[in-house]
């Protein structure tokens, strides 16, 4: 018999990456709740909306629907009151603090850690290039502090933690003190096919905020003169079209199937951010792109340097653009990098989560999940 799962995940008022990952969750665990601070239908993949979804009390502050971060003093408390009594396995999404739930005795806690909370525990490289008003400089730093504290906390009553890269592993152990073994995300990776009609244009496609750092992406076409294509918006995009010279197009959302084409077609994928892991560089290489990638992160899992793509190695205009002019020179084989990109497909996803999961049950004397 199939232990009892829950499934826990910080917030659903965006979609992006870390809800990717929790739909992929429930289909390895279809009968399984999802327990979350707040849930608005309206922000997240309809499919959201056949699933059994369960918000704390959170839900009733109308302030998380334009800035949830406001709230931060009250997800320790959320989250750290929330009771799944009936679940033999927890097995909690997180980026920030629902690993703090607490399971019934003798429940079973895998952690699939997206990362260790970016902005309590590396807030000045999460603050870069954000306004935050004058007070938060006096009230952050000693919020921050407790907040560590109580996330510290609740990662040693995690049970097995699973890290999404190797990066994110490091920092496991750095701020928790935890082992953690890598699970790499789910990637639509069927949804690519290369083409041979292949352009000039270099490719962007992000959300367009600071930390993503697409400034040094315009900034280094535009002075060499190559064209590049943005596809993605976000609240750094007026600051970026200051930036951007006449080679640089700003394409706004697209359809999941124009972003495909466009991955097939684009010389390169520029990646110039420090991500925990990064799915757009593998959905480039399933198309046969290779990418250009800042060499810290995920990409140093994902891109393998002079085969299916160039790591450059600082988070320079000058740096990104020695490898702009580098790819110009060189071809890549498609093969190599659709074998590349299809190591983290969903299949490879599915497979390694139940193993993982089943290693960690076993581990405490409980039954696997069974047909893994």
């Known amino acids: 018999m199939q232990p009892r799962t829950a499934l826990i995940h910080d917030w659903l008022n965006q979609q992006g990456g870390a809800e990717n990952v929790l739909m ?69 999404n997180a980026s920030a603090f629902c690993k703090g739930i607490r399971p019934a005795p003798g429940a079973v806690h895998v952690c699939y850690c997206l990362t260790p909370t970016r902005f309590l525990w590396m807030p000045d490289a999460y603050l870069a290039g954000e306004r935050a008003p004058h007070w938060s400089r006096v009230l952050l730093p000693p919020l921050l502090a407790w907040a560590r504290r109580w996330d510290r906390n609740a990662a040693g009553r995690v049970t097995q933690f699973l890290a999404i890269s190797r990066a994110v592993a490091d920092r496991i152990q750095r701020f928790y003190g935890r082992s953690s073994r890598i699970v790499y995300p789910p990637v639509d990776v069927d949804r690519f096919k290369p083409t041979t009609d292949v352009g000039d244009a270099l490719l962007i496609v992000s959300r367009l905020i600071p930390y993503k750092r697409i400034d040094l992406a315009v900034r280094a076409c535009t002075d060499l003169g190559l064209p590049l294509r943005i596809v ?85 205009v000058a740096s ?53």
């Open 24 to 92: 992929e969750l429930h289909r390895v665990f279809p009968s399984a709740p999802i327990y979350t601070s707040f849930y608005e239908p309206a922000l997240v993949d309809p499919a959201f909306r056949h699933l059994d979804i369960r918000h704390t009390w959170l839900q009733q502050f109308p302030l998380w629907r334009s800035n949830h971060q406001a709230l931060l003093p009250l997800y320790p408390l959320a989250f750290g009151g929330l009771r799944v009594p009936k679940a033999d396995l927890v097995l909690s």
């Open 232 to 316: 993605g918006s976000g609240r750094a995009e007026a600051s970026l079209r200051a930036l951007a010279g006449p080679t640089v197009r700003f394409l706004g959302r697209l359809p999941d199937r124009d972003v495909s084409v466009e991955m097939a077609r684009c010389r390169a994928l520029l990646f110039p951010g420090d991500e925990d892991f990064g799915i757009t560089p593998v959905e480039a290489q399933a198309a046969g792109r290779p990418v250009v990638a800042y060499g810290s992160g995920g990409a140093l899992d994902t891109v393998i340097d002079g085969k299916t793509g160039i790591l450059f190695r600082k988070q320079t």
């Open 320 to 372: 990104l653009g020695a490898a702009l002019r580098q790819v110009q020179t060189m071809s890549f084989d498609t093969d190599a990098l659709i074998a590349n990109a299809r190591r983290f497909s969903r299949d490879h996803f599915r497979r390694a989560l139940l193993d993982a999961v089943n290693d960690t049950l076993r581990a405490h004397g409980r039954p696997p999940v069974p047909d893994a």
